[in-house]
DNA sequence: TTGAAAGCGATACCAC
DNA sequence: GTGGTATCGCTTTCAA
C-alpha cells in the first residue's frame, strides 16, 4: 500500500507537502497541490490512520460496550451513536461484552487501547468503583442506562421507577383491579426498580400485587411465555398484566391468547422499551417508551464533548412515556 | 497516559523488556516480570493499539459496511460479524452508509484509511467495476449479499430467484389460484429476481400472477400496508400473498385484518427474511428463511483469511428456506 | 511556498 | 536475559 513517501517521491516534493495538500494545508502552490493530487489518485494513496492518530494523539474514534448487537434493543442505541459518530466524523468501534463483569472489563480496554478518546458504555455488571475509577482515568467516558449519583454528570439513564409508576396508573385509570406482573430474573437493578414503581403506584391507588401474582423469568418471548403459563396454572385470575418488556408481553399475548383470553379484552397487557417489535405485534403493544435511540445520541455528544474538555449541554435523565396501543383497555 | 518509555524509566528497564513482557515474550527473567508487571499496574499502562499497528503493519480490525444499524436484517449481520471478530481477537469497525453509492465509496474508504486488514461489504449501489477494482486492491475484502460473477470466490450470497420460486411453489401445493405479490420499489436486484423466480415458478405450475396483482412499494411496514390496501381496493380477489420482506408481510396482514380478512383463512401470506420480527407476529408468519447470520460469519471468516493470504473452506452461496408457520394455509 | 528533521509509541533485530 | 536502536507513516515546528 502506498505511503506518503512514495506520493512524495513521485511527486518530486517533500512529505511534508504531500501532508499538507492531503491536509488541505494552507500555502501550497496551485502547481505542487495539482501534482501531488495526480499522484495520490495514480498511485490509489489512502493516509493510514493509525499513523495520524500516533501523532496527532488523537484516534477520531468513538466506543461502544454493549452486549449483543441483535438485540433491537441494543441495535437501536447503537444506531443512536451512528448517528453522532457520522456527524462529528469519528469512527464507531463496537466492543461485545457477554454478560459477566470481566468480559465487560475487557471490551472497555480494548477500546482503551485503540485510545477511542469518546467511549459509550452499557454496563450493568462491573462494580460501581470500577465504572468511578474508569471514569477518572478517561475523560471521555459516559455512562449510558445506568446511574451512579458521584459521576452522574457522566451518565445518561432512565427513571425505571418511574415506568412502574406510570403502568400502574394506567392500569388503575382502567379500573383494573386484579393485577398481575412478570419480571426479568436477571439480578440488575432494573427489574427491581421497575416492579418497585409499580406495587408504590399500586398502593396509592388503594390497589395491590399479591406476591403470587408476580411471575419471573429471562427477558425474552419465550420467557414471557412460561412466566405467563405459570401465571396461569396458579389459578387465580386477573385483568391487567405488566411486563418487563416488550419481548416478555408479546410471549404473554400468545400464551394469552392460546388460552382462550382475549387481549384487550379479557386481560390487559403493558410492554417495557417500545423496541420496533411492539408496532409489529397484534394486538399493537400498549408499552412504555424507552427513548433509548434520543438517549444513546445524547451520550455520544456528551463523550465527544467531554473528550474535548468541553461543555454539552444535553438531557441526561429521561421519563419512560406510555404509548398507548391496542393491548389495554 | 502512560507510555511504554514511562513503565521502563520506572522499573529500570529498557522499552525492549517491557514490550517482552507485554507481549508475553520468551526469556524474561522471573524479578524483571513481576516489576514490570506491578509498574504497569501502579502506572495504569494500556498499549497504544495504534502504534502497534503501525510498527507490525497489521490492525487487528476488522471492518463492516452496512446501510443501517437498526435494521434487524442488518443487526443480524453485524452480530454475526461480531462474533468472528470475538473469535479471532480482532476488534469491529462499523461504517453505516446512507443509500447511495457516494456514500457506500466512503464507508469503505473510512476502512481503508483504518487499514483494517478485513471487510465486509453490504452494497447495493456501487458500481460493479469499482467493487472488482477495490477487490483487487484490498485481498481481506468480502462482498456480502451481492453475486459478481468474476470475483465470485470473493462473494457471500443467497439465491433470490430461487426464493421466489419456493414461495410459489407452496402456494401452488396449498391449492391457491388468485395470487397476488407486493414487492419493493428499490431499484435494486433483490426484488427483480424474487419476482421473477416467483413468476417462473407460477408458470411452471400452470398458474399466473397477474400484472396488476403486483403492488409495489417501500421494504417496510407502511409501505406493506399501502401495497395492500392498493391491492384490495383494485378489487380483485386473492388468496395467496407473497411479500417481499417480513415488514412489508406484517403490514400485509394489519391491512388485511383491519379490512376483515383473516389470514391464513382467507388469505395466506409469505414474508421473506426470517427476521426476529417474523416469530413475534400473530399469526406468527410463513416465511424464507435468510441464514444471514451465519452467512455474515462466514463472510467474515472468508475476509480474515484472505487477509491472512489463506484458503478458507466455507460456504458461499446459500438458499432461502421455507418455514412454515402460521400466515399460510 | 517548500523542505529537513524531530518525534508519536510501539516492535524486532542485533549485540552483548 | 537484557539493552540499543532502526523503523512503521504521518504531523508539525523551524528554517530557508
Known amino acids: 500500500m502506498a505511503t506518503i513517501k512514495d506520493v512524495a517521491r513521485v511527486a518530486g516534493v517533500s512529505i511534508a507537502t504531500v501532508s499538507r495538500v492531503v491536509n488541505k494545508g494552507p500555502k501550497v502552490g496551485q502547481r505542487t497541490r495539482d501534482k501531488v493530487l495526480s499522484v495520490m489518485n495514480e498511485l490509489g494513496y489512502t493516509p493510514n490512520a493509525n499513523a495520524r492518530a500516533l501523532v496527532t494523539q488523537k484516534s477520531t474514534t468513538i466506543g461502544l460496550v454493549i452486549p449483543d448487537l441483535s438485540d433491537p434493543f441494543f441495535a437501536a442505541l447503537a444506531s443512536g451513536v451512528d448517528k453522532i459518530a457520522k456527524d462529528s466524523n469519528v469512527q464507531l468501534l463496537i466492543s461485545t461484552s457477554s454478560m459477566s463483569a470481566e468480559s465487560e472489563k475487557q471490551a472497555i480496554d480494548l477500546l482503551v487501547e485503540r485510545r477511542c478518546e469518546a467511549i459509550i458504555i452499557h454496563s450493568k455488571l462491573l462494580a460501581e468503583t470500577t465504572l468511578i475509577e474508569l471514569s477518572q482515568r478517561i475523560p471521555g467516558l459516559i455512562l449510558i442506562d445506568r446511574f451512579i449519583e458521584s459521576i452522574n454528570d457522566r451518565c445518561v439513564w432512565l427513571d425505571n421507577l418511574e415506568g412502574g409508576r406510570i403502568a400502574a396508573r394506567h392500569f388503575a385509570s382502567l379500573g383494573h383491579k386484579q393485577i398481575a406482573c412478570i419480571n426479568s430474573n436477571y439480578s440488575i437493578d432494573d427489574p427491581k426498580l421497575r416492579l418497585e414503581g409499580f406495587r408504590l403506584a399500586l398502593v396509592e391507588q388503594a390497589l395491590k ?5 408476580v411471575s419471573e423469568n429471562e427477558p425474552s418471548l419465550k420467557g414471557g411465555e412460561i412466566a405467563t403459563q405459570k401465571l396461569l396454572a396458579s ?11 416488550d419481548a416478555m408481553a408479546i410471549g404473554a399475548i400468545s400464551t394469552l391468547e392460546d388460552n382462550g383470553f382475549k387481549v384487550p379484552q379479557d386481560v390487559s397487557v403493558i410492554g417495557f422499551d417500545d423496541v420496533i417489535l411492539s408496532r409489529y405485534s397484534r394486538p399493537k403493544l400498549t408499552t412504555l417508551h424507552y427513548p433509548i435511540e434520543e438517549m444513546a445520541q445524547n451520550a455520544a455528544k456528551l463523550a465527544l464533548s467531554f473528550a474535548a474538555n468541553e461543555q454539552a449541554d444535553v438531557v441526561r435523565n429521561y421519563l419512560p412515556r406510555l404509548i398507548k396501543r391496542e393491548s389495554t383497555a
Chains 1, 2 share one sequence.
Request: proline share 6%.
Open 209 to 213: 400485587l399479591e406476591n403470587d401474582m
Open 235 to 245: 389459578g387465580k385470575p386477573f385483568s391487567a398484566l405488566f411486563a418487563y418488556n
